[in-house]
């Protein structure tokens, strides 16, 4: 019902940008959080940095003041914006959101996530 895809993935040199983008479709009414997870090599999967409906948000302490987190409901996108970027950073990164549907359930959707390399 709701499809999520992720760009803005490759390799990048520690220090460097990268911003990832996801794209929702699908029977969307209205989108009320949206998130991007990562998972690196042998580690679970953690919260990178969420927004919910208004504006707010929250980060994972290893990103604060280096990756923030936009979305536009209108378009129905979600953005993460990566600086200074580490090796540890180096993970499989996932889209995530909250919608309600056209038939006014609530359910949440997965991206099937980008790599996101950085290199030392």
């Known amino acids: 019902q709701v499809q999520l895809v992720e760009s803005g993935g490759g390799l990048v040199q520690a220090g460097g940008s990268l911003r990832l983008s996801c794209a929702a479709s699908g029977s969307i009414f209205s989108i009320n959080a949206m998130a991007w997870y990562r998972q690196a090599p042998g580690k679970q999967r953690e919260l990178v940095a969420a927004?919910?409906?208004?504006?707010?948000?929250n980060y994972a302490d290893s990103v604060k003041g280096r990756f923030t987190i936009s979305g536009d409901n209108a378009n129905n996108m979600v953005y993460l914006q990566m600086n200074s970027l580490k090796p540890e950073d180096t993970a499989v990164y996932y889209c995530s959101i909250l919608v309600t549907t056209t038939a006014r359930v609530t359910m949440s959707s997965w991206g099937k996530g980008t790599l996101v390399t950085v290199s030392s």
């Open positions: 927004i919910r409906t208004g504006g707010a948000t």
